[in-house]
């Protein structure tokens, strides 16, 4: 993308990011318990350009360190591209997936490969297992962005031991997209989505699971 997106999370996250950090960062610092004062460093979706990134260019972008495990043996090429990567000045690392409307919590399954397909269907099993082992749901199923992004997550924190976190940033008040006015219709509609796919309340990883809630009234 060359430009600003017109209406979506697309929009809004770049406006958070590139105009009005101070918001974004005081609800993603307040949500991962750090100081106030703690620094973030954005590196996409910066204008002009707001590109985003994927795959080992996501992690070079955000001066992760070197991987431990290789992440070809994970998931194939061409993963989740993230609406937003950053870093914290405490070393944090910061993945982020935004939503303006209730639609986007659902998603397409996945139309990998099948060569492609049966390692992602492995390594949802794996994780599945991990994080909700009496589910069996389909991960690659009709929350599979959820799903893998939350897979990634475990990846790079139990693999290879870096410092992630993983930051859903969901808008108040896009109205071009009619998004929720109320907080309450994401937390109910997110109830419904941990429900689908076997999660509990207390699954391994869900100190770096980050729910963000920002009106986007305060960022025109």
């Not at 080992?56 to 992440?71: F, M, N, T």
């Amino acid at each position: 993308m060359t430009h600003r997106a017109e209406k979506g999370s697309k929009r809004w996250i770049q406006v958070a990011v590139n105009d009005k950090p101070a918001i974004l960062n005081s609800a993603i610092l307040e949500s991962l318990r750090l100081p106030g004062q703690t620094g973030i460093q954005w590196a996409s979706p910066l204008e002009p350009r707001y590109r985003e990134h994927r795959d080992l260019a996501a992690l070079k972008v955000i001066q992760a360190p070197p991987l431990r495990v290789g992440l070809d043996s994970f998931w194939p090429r061409r993963g989740p591209v993230w609406d937003a990567l950053g870093h914290a000045s405490t070393g944090d690392l910061l993945f982020v997936e935004a939503k303006a409307h209730i639609a986007e919590a659902a998603s397409p399954r996945s139309k990998a490969t099948p060569a492609s397909y049966s390692l992602i269907q492995k390594s949802l099993e794996q994780v599945r297992a991990r994080l909700a082992p009496r589910s069996r749901a389909d991960w690659a199923g009709t929350f599979f962005q959820y799903a893998n992004r939350l897979a990634h997550l475990w990846f790079y924190r139990e693999k290879n031991r870096l410092p992630a976190h993983l930051v859903f940033v969901y808008f108040l008040n896009a109205r071009e997209v009619d998004g929720p006015e109320r907080r309450e219709e994401w937390e109910a509609a997110l109830t419904l989505l941990h429900a689908a796919l076997g999660l509990g309340r207390r699954h391994a990883l869900r100190h770096f699971v980050h729910d963000v809630f920002i009106d986007v009234d305060q960022l025109t």
